[in-house]
C-alpha cells in the first residue's frame, strides 16, 4: 500500500504576506528624506509617507476614507425599529386570524363573539399597549395564539441577542428547559460579577461558571476580565443602540419588553447585567448614540451588532489616523480592518506596518538624546548617494558625452590600501583582494583550493595622494524667497549631493557649508537638511563671504573653490558691531561691502561660479559684474537642474585631478 500525506489549504492568516514583496525602504527614504528638506522634522515626514502612501502602496488617508465611507453606509441604510416592525406584523396577523376564526366559528354564543370581536375592534394603536392588552386573551384560533407567543419569544430572543451575540439563532424554536437554563446563566452570571466587583471572587469561581455555561459564550474567554470586556462591549452598544431610537420607538420596546418570553424575570435579570458591567467598565460608551436614516430595518440584536461594528470604526478611525501620543501602526487592529473593509486593506495595514518597522529598525532614523526622531548618517549617506547619482545622470544628459578618466590623474601611490567604497576610481590592490578572498573562504569552510569567488567585501583599493587638494564652500541663499519660490528642497539636495561626492570621492578636499539669510552662518549637512524654511527677510551674502574667507584661512595649502548659490541681490551686510543692517533695494554701501569681501577671496586665487535661481534682471546684471570682476563664472540653471550644475562645476574646478563628467562610473 502507499501512504501519502494530506495537506490542507486555508485563508493564510499570521502576519505579513510571506509572498509579497519586500518593501522598498529606498522610496520610501527618498520620500520621507524630500519632506525633512522642505521643513517636516524626520517624525512627521514619516508620517505623511505613510498616511499619503505611495503608487505601489496604499496610504493611510485612503483606508481611513474607505472606514469613514463604511462608516457612513451603515448609518445611511438603515433603521431600527426593525424588531417593532416585526412584532406589528405578528400581532396584526394574530388578530385577522382570530377574526377569521370568530366568523367562522357557528358554535360560539353570538354575546362570546360580540364580546371578542369588540376586544380586537377596540385595541390601542400602540403596539405595545395592545400586546399587553392581549396578553389574558383566551385565543380560539390556534394560528393566531402561535403567532401571539412568537411575539414573546421574538422579544426573549431578541433582548438576549442585544447582550450575546448568537442567542435569537440559538434559541429558535426553544423549549421551556431552554428558556430556563438561559435565566439560570443570567443568575450565575449576575452573581459572579456582583463577587467580583466586591473583590471576593477567585479563578475557581471563574472556571466553575464557564464549566456550567461555556457553550453560551463562543468568544472563549479565558479569564474574567476577557469575558466582562466582552459583555461590556455588547451591552454598551445596546444602550447606544435605545438611545439611537425616537423616544416613542424606545417606549413602544421597553414597554414590550415585559412580555419577553411570557415572564418579567428575564427583563429583571438583563437590566442587572447591564448595571454590573456599567459599574465594572465605565470607560465604555454607554450614553452615546447615532443618527440613522436608511429603510433597512434591524432587530435589537442586528443593530447592536451594527452599533458595535460603528464603535469598531470609529476605534480603526482614530488607530489609522496615528494622532495619539505614542501611536505606532502595531497599533492597528488588522483583523477590524479585514472584517469591514477586506482582505486587501488588510494587506494595505500589514505593509505599512512592516514599513514602519523595518524603517525604524533599519538604522536609517534614530532617536536623539532629545527624543526627537532624525535622519540617521546611514540615511544621509543613503540619500546623498541618491542625489548625487541624480545629479550624474542629469549632467551625463546635459553633456551629450563622457570623458575618459586618464590614468594617474587620481595622484601617486602611497603603498597602503583600504578597502573598496562606493564612487572609488582607485587601482584594485590584487594582492590585498586576493588573500581577503582567500581568509573568507577559508573562514566558510571551504577550500581555497577548489576555486575562489570574489565579493564585494574582498576588494581593497591601493591609497594615492592627491596632487592637488581643495578647499570647498558652499554658500547657499536661505532667504525667504528661496523658500516662497520653491527653491529650498533643489538648495539642499544639492548640498547633499555635493557632500556626499567630496565625502566619498575627493576625501582629501574640505568643504564647508554655509547658509546666508538675515545673518549667515556654517552649518553641517545634518543641520542643513533639516533646517526648516525661514521667514526672514535679507540676503547677507557678505557675511556668507567673510566666513568663506575665514575658511579658506584655515586651509592655505588647498586650492579655494567658492561656489554660491542665490535668487537675490545682496540686501543685508554685517556691521561692525556684528549686527545686521537690512535694506531694499539694496543700498550702496552694502553693495560696496559685498564686492570688498568679494575681491579679498578672489585675489587668494579662488575659483569662484556664481548660480543664479531666477529672471530678476538686477540680480543677472550684479552677477555678471561680480564673475568678471574675479574671473569667475555664472550659471543659470532650473532649480532641478541645480544639483547636476554644482556638482559640474565642482568637477570642472579639480579637473586636474578628475574629470567634469560621470562617464566611467557605474553607479548602480
Known sequence: MRHGRSSRYGRYAGGPDPLAPPVDLSEALDAVAEDVMAGYSPERALREYLRRGSRTMTGLDDLAGRVAQRRKDLLGRHRLDGTLQEVRRLLDEAVLEERKQLARDIRMEETDRSFREMQLQNLPPSTAAAVTELSSYDWQSSTARERYEQIKDLLGREMLEARFAGMKDALQNATDEDRAAITEMLRDLNELLAKHARGEDTPQDFED????????????????????????????????????????????????????????ELMDQLSRLDANLQGLRPGEDWSGSESFDGDQGLGLGDGTGVLQDLAELDELAEQLSQSYAGSTLSDLDVDALDRHLGDDAAASARTLAALEKTLRDSGLLRRGTDGDLRLSPRAMRRLGQSLLKDAAGRLSGRQGQRDTRHAGAAGELTGSSRPWQFGDAEPWDVTRTVTNAIGRTAAEGRDPASGLRLQVQDVEVQETEDRTQAAVVLLVDTSFSMAAEGRWVPMKRTALALHHLVSTRFRGDALQLVNFGRYAQTVTVDELTALPPLREQGTNL????????????????????????????????????????????????????????????GRNGAEITFFRLGDDPGLERFLTAMARRVGGRVVAPDPEDLGAAVVGEFLRSRRPRFPSSFGDLDWD
Open 542 to 601: 557678505h557675511h556668507g563671504l567673510l566666513l568663506a574667507s575665514a575658511f579658506f584661512r584655515k586651509h592655505p595649502t588647498r586650492q579655494p573653490v567658492l561656489l554660491v548659490v542665490t535668487d537675490g541681490e545682496p540686501t543685508a551686510r554685517l556691521m561692525a558691531h556684528g549686527e545686521s543692517w537690512f535694506s531694499y533695494p539694496p543700498e550702496p554701501e552694502t553693495l560696496r561691502a559685498t564686492v570688498a569681501e568679494l575681491d579679498r577671496v
Open 209 to 264: 461558571f464557564m464549566a456550567r455555561h461555556g457553550d453560551q459564550f463562543p468568544e472563549d474567554p479565558q479569564d474574567i476580565d476577557e469575558l466582562i470586556d466582552a459583555l461590556a462591549k455588547r451591552s454598551a452598544a445596546a444602550q447606544r443602540m435605545l438611545r439611537s431610537m425616537t423616544r416613542e420607538q424606545r417606549e413602544e420596546l421597553m414597554a414590550l419588553s415585559a412580555q419577553a418570553f411570557g415572564s418579567p
